[in-house]
């Protein structure tokens, strides 16, 4: 991609540039954050999404706050963290700051925080490099050359600040002359699938077909596919994982039509503090967004709407977790334990 999905323009004194992802794929429009409120904002209306991407931004947007004191570096922290509940990439991003500045002086906070958002941008991208690297061995080991494998929501270059989890797999394959099929599920209610993954696919010449949500039971059904890989905004001790709204139907048609259902997220995305996924906040979004997709009216003014953004899928459905550090299958607590430890 040649314009950077988050970059850091300037000095400590610098500011926050990022693509608009609420423009794709009709325009690459940047936005420029100046303030904490301008990162909030980026975050919250999905200007910038996924949870690696969603942790990234806030970490810089931290630095945002750092020409004023020590108090406002806390008080940018506490109001970034209410910018979306689900994604624990954007918290774990947020405490990392947070003890930056505490053993900062004045004079350095400005420029340890912007080193420590920077390592945090970089890691990123070395944990998708490596991400990609074992989900493509996972997946020339088990598939077929001629494979499908289905995909749903975004999670790729836009979603991380790397090639992404699930999508740098793909990537990785195709890099390798393993050219699997990519279907791309729409992803219904925001179309992340259909705006960003078959945007980015297609700038990568990844062979790929857009499905709406519905179909993938019967390309499935037609052996279209041969597995399916997703993303992770939070997995819990037990590896039950949360991602975007419609994940959990996909992992149940896999075991309904016997194919692996696989997740790729890095170790930032695990949260060991919750025993399983039924502790994971799951995001209520605005009832226009099913309503008035893109400003179109779908329904009759005023119905009843509900509108979760994630879903969770039990740790059972899921056949392994593709992470840095290697992959995990089973998926247990016992394995989740082993290679994870935040
Ligand atoms: O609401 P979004 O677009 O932020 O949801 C994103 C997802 O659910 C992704 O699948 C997840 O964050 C993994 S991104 C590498």
């Keep these: 991609m040649s314009t950077p999905t988050i970059e850091w323009v300037g000095d400590a004194d610098g500011h926050l540039r990022l693509i608009d992802q609420t423009k794709l794929p009709v325009k690459t429009a940047v936005l420029n954050c100046d303030t904490v409120d301008d990162v909030w904002w980026a975050i919250k209306k999905l ?69 420590e958002a920077r390592a945090i941008h970089a890691e990123d991208a070395e944990q998708c490099a490596a991400i990609g690297r074992h989900g493509a061995d996972l997946l020339e080991r088990t598939l077929s050359k001629a494979s499908g494998i289905l995909t749903h929501c975004n999670t790729g270059a836009l ?80 590896g039950d994982a949360a991602n975007k709204i419609g994940t959990y139907s996909v992992a149940l048609l896999c075991k309904a039509h016997d194919l692996p259902f696989y997740v790729a997220a890095p170790s930032t995305t695990f949260d060991l503090s919750l025993a399983s996924g039924d502790e994971i906040p799951i995001e209520e979004r605005a009832a226009e967004e099913v309503t008035q997709p893109g400003g179109v009216t779908f329904a009759p003014d005023g119905v009843n709407v509900y509108n979760p953004a994630f879903d969770v899928t039990p740790a059972d459905l899921i056949s392994g977790i593709v992470t840095e550090r290697g992959v995990i299958a089973p998926v247990d607590k016992g394995s989740v334990g082993r290679l994870i430890t935040n």
């Design 47 to 115: 200007s910038v999404r996924g949870a690696p991407a969603i942790g990234i931004a806030a970490a810089y947007g931290v630095v945002l706050a750092a020409s004023d004191s020590h108090e406002s570096i806390k008080t940018a922290c506490d109001h970034l963290a209410t910018s979306r509940p689900t994604a624990v990439n954007l918290f774990w991003a947020l405490d990392r700051m947070r003890r930056v500045a505490e053993d900062a002086s004045d004079a350095d906070l400005a420029e340890c925080l912007l080193t």
């Design 159 to 238: 979603a991380t600040g790397g090639d992404g989890t699930a999508l740098a797999v793909l990537f990785e394959l195709h890099r390798r002359g393993f050219a699997p099929h990519v279907y791309a599920d729409e992803t219904r209610p925001l179309l992340q699938g259909s705006r960003l993954t078959m945007w980015e696919l297609n700038d990568r010449g990844v062979e790929a077909t857009l499905i709406c949500d519905s179909m993938a039971a019967h390309v499935m059904r037609e052996g279209r596919v041969a597995a399916a890989i997703v993303g992770a905004d939070r997995i819990a001790a037990n």
